[in-house]
């Protein structure tokens, strides 16, 4: 395994989040966090080896899908309840983000939607470390934690530095 480290800056996040979502964000490095498990999506290579992953809470996920969906930012009050409405809309901002780590990393990774997840394998991604966890604000819409990163055979590299 490479030990070799790969880093998107913060402020690249926040301005393509920014350009995907319509509305001003700032991005930050905060303490690892548990992701909320609905919202865990797994990065895989070629041969659909699960090597990284991309997650958040509950409420950045529910502000992400309500801001990309243009849902007013007064109307997200998960209470951690899911919302599915918002979920799809976040998974499509997990996307996109995924592309970006793809343009980075040593190895071609994807989001699949197609192919599920063990459980147990998506928490041994988290588990693992490697990964860097962001504190992100999205204009109008409220503040939330997102995790992600690639730990596995591709090396290991994360999407933000300080």
Known sequence: MSTSSVLIECSHMAHLLKDLLGHPVTAKETEPFEPH???RCGLVTN????VGIIAADLHFAH????????IPGGAVDDRG???DEWIEFYREVANVLSRTV?????QRVRLDPGLEH???ALDGIVEAGGLTAAEVTIDGYGTGRLLAGVNGLAGSFSFFSS
């Open 81 to 83: 309840v899911v919302n």
């Open 102 to 106: 793809n343009e980075a990393s040593p």
């Open 47 to 50: 041969d659909d080896q699960l």
């Open 118 to 120: 063990d459980d147990a």
């Open 63 to 70: 502000l992400a899908g309500a801001a990309l969906a243009m």
């Open 37 to 39: 498990p609905v919202t």
